[in-house]
């Protein structure tokens, strides 16, 4: 009784949220979810910090409540400040009416564009759905959650308070906690649903597609055009994948495509309401993850554009942005500054976290910011990204018949790098793995790019606008943006085949750049440039098949069976979780069958462990780590009944329970971290 009546509270929080971008939204529908999902996520994260001072963290009564306050008041302060300057309306009838324009819309295409469009529809609907059931009937199973991201939270729920502690993962003591609120509060307001810890991402995911749709039509005014970049958006393969995980990039993708959409609607209305719209999302995005440092100089470039070199009165539009600076100082004290970064300064005089892992992923594995041997790699790296760009993502699902045509494309870039001796694959000091022109396929499969879309398309037309071929004061700006965030991926870290995940933010400013097809020059809408629409469709016809092979055949959650692996609504849950790691699996599913449910755990594990699969199916197990990263081992506390442990970091005495970590050569070559050697004692 008490769940459903939590979750009709839920329900009626969305509701809220809506009611408040009513009344500070355009009459958009674009505007008003967008608006929503600001007051939504701040809503929350706020909750989130101050129950975690009171140590309610884990009280889903206090949670019910507490969430309706902070948009009560962004809705009392704005409607002071603010004059209502649009017609009033209701979500409902705005809904209707935009599902009626949309269908009036379509009709009056092309048989060209309709046959584009049906095919692009068709495809997003298809492969959204199956994501939709993904998140919803599938265990999360991303390694940086089962290590880092899901442990923390469900200590966070053990513990009542979201206060640092250490842990075993660094992550787990170290990361920025906003994105903990909004999951745990998802959790506990659903019943305990475990899956619900994905729906952010899910959530984020429809953002970004709207937000595209919502700055291309800043940009072109024009209604097919701002469909079809949201569209391809919605078949981007790294971002389609990113949608069914816990993984924090897409969340941090759709508070980036907030703010650009803010931006550009004040560039479009000139309503203060989006600097201070736009300043708050600035806040929840730096409290959500510190990787937004590396989008200012390209948010730099958006904000050019919209108060400089946009503009007729640049004085005036100048003068402006005292209402974003103001809105983001109030963002970053209530989302970024208890978000963790102060405790990481006390603890580690760093903002991010120890000097380790600092060390391991920064510019100091290439010599410090000051070192030219930083901007030889660095360069190295930009263009060890750009052959990674360069893949029939989604279809390098199908075996033996893309493997031929991926190479051939290649080539000449091949070449020419082995000719100017370039050295992406020999120099390696600036590398978390070495570089290789092909990528190897558990990269390309689980963690793609931008696929065909991306650079038999979207690229070319930023070079285009780039090189003055095509003229667009906006595009232009955004070209910019777009590879300053490319170099800063490249400079600021070493080369991770595991990246695409990173450029699903850059994909932002980029997608825009699809108005361009639909300008007077280079139109689809007319009868001429037979050859540009002829490209165009067989573009799109893969990037469609692209994006459903990304997701049908994604061995990291697949619904069909496929390859020799079971579908992910069919295995069973360690096996699922363990996916990557399949020579843990038998000594987790031992434990598992050993260790009551309710159990209290000591883990003597390491860094790379799996954790978040020992709290059991319903998560009821207490796990109290005693080995925390860096610290040496604790003692066992006395309210512990078992201990699981690593042979590497105690020492196994008679009476002990070996688990049964598959060690097989066969089996541990494929592992990218092979297993320990685990262990089971029973204490009382």
């Keep these: 009784m008490w769940d459903w009546l939590y979750r009709l509270l839920f329900l009626m929080f969305v509701g809220f949220c809506f009611r408040v971008a009513a009344q500070v939204s355009r009459k958009s529908l674009v505007d008003v979810i967008i608006t929503a999902f600001t007051v939504f996520a701040g809503s929350i994260i706020v909750s989130g910090f101050i129950l975690s001072f009171l140590h309610k963290t884990a009280d889903v009564r206090f949670w019910a409540g507490f969430v309706f306050i902070p948009p009560f008041i962004f809705y009392l302060l704005f409607s002071k400040v603010f004059i209502r300057e649009y017609e009033d309306f209701s979500v409902i009838s705005l809904l209707g009416s935009t599902l009626q324009k949309t269908w009036i819309w379509y009709k009056e295409l092309s048989l060209y564009l309709k046959v584009v469009f049906g095919l692009m529809i068709t495809t997003l609907a298809t492969v959204s759905l199956i994501s939709l059931l993904l998140v919803l009937f599938t265990v999360p199973n991303e390694w940086d959650s089962m290590t880092g991201h899901l442990v923390r939270v469900m200590y966070f729920i053990q513990r009542g308070t979201m206060a640092p502690f250490y842990g075993t993962n660094w992550n787990i003591d170290t990361y920025p906690r906003s994105v903990c609120g909004i999951q745990i509060y998802s959790y506990l307001i659903t019943g305990k649903i475990e899956n619900a810890f994905k729906l952010i991402n ?126 983001a100082v109030i963002g970053v004290l209530l989302f970024t500054l208890p978000t963790g970064y102060l405790s990481n300064l006390q603890r580690y005089n760093h903002p991010i976290g120890p000097p380790t892992a600092t060390r391991h992923q920064s510019v100091e594995r290439a010599g410090g910011i000051f070192s030219p041997n930083l901007y030889e790699q660095g360069t190295r790296n930009f263009l060890r990204y750009g052959f990674d760009f360069m893949n029939l993502d989604g279809l390098t699902n199908l075996p033996g018949v893309i493997e031929g045509p991926n190479q051939w494309f290649k080539a000449p870039f091949v070449w020419l790098e082995g000719k100017v001796h370039a050295r992406l694959r020999e120099e390696t000091d600036f590398t978390i793995r070495p570089f290789s022109y092909n990528r190897d396929y558990i990269f390309m499969n689980g963690l793609p790019y931008w696929g065909i879309m991306g650079f038999a398309l979207l690229w070319p037309l930023v070079f285009l606008v780039l090189f003055g071929v095509i003229r667009s004061k906006p595009l232009l700006f955004l070209a910019g943006a777009a590879l300053l965030h490319a170099a800063a991926l490249s400079y600021s870290a070493p080369y991770d085949p595991f990246k695409g995940r990173y450029f699903i933010s850059t994909s932002i400013y980029v997608i825009p750049f699809l108005t361009v097809l639909f300008t007077k020059r280079h139109s689809l809408l007319g009868s001429r440039e037979l050859v540009l629409k002829s490209y165009i469709l067989f573009i799109v016809a893969l990037a469609c098949a692209s994006a459903f092979f990304a997701v049908w055949w994604n061995e990291r959650c697949l619904p069909v069976a496929h390859n020799g692996h079971p579908s992910a609504f069919n295995e069973g849950r360690i096996e699922r979780m363990s996916y990557a790691r399949e020579d843990i699996t038998p000594a987790y599913k031992n434990f598992d069958r050993i260790v009551p449910e309710h159990a209290t755990v000591a883990l003597a594990d390491i860094n790379d462990d799996y954790e978040y699969p020992l709290f059991g199916k319903d998560l009821t197990r207490k796990l109290i780590p005693i080995n925390p990263f860096e610290r040496g081992l604790q003692p066992i506390p006395k309210e512990a009944e078992y201990l699981f442990f690593a042979a590497s970091v105690i020492k196994p005495q008679p009476g002990d329970i070996r688990l049964g970590t598959d060690t097989t050569a066969a089996t541990r070559a494929k592992m990218i971290v092979p297993a320990e050697d685990y262990w089971l004692r029973k204490l009382k």
């Design 202 to 327: 899910y959530l984020s995911y429809w953002i970004s597609v709207l937000a595209a749709y919502g700055i291309a039509q800043s940009i072109s005014r024009n209604t097919t055009a701002s469909v079809f970049s949201a569209l391809a958006m919605g078949l981007l393969p790294n971002v389609l994948l990113q949608s069914t995980t816990t993984d924090t990039d897409i969340v941090l993708m759709g508070y980036v495509s907030c703010l650009v959409y803010f931006l550009f609607a004040y560039h479009q209305t000139h309503r203060r309401r989006y600097l201070y719209l736009a300043g708050l999302i600035f806040g929840i995005g730096l409290g959500h993850k510190i990787t937004l440092v590396l989008q200012f100089p390209s948010l730099f470039m958006v904000a050019l554009y919209v108060f400089v070199f946009g503009v007729p009165n640049v004085k005036y539009s100048l003068g402006q942005l005292k209402h974003f600076f103001t809105s």
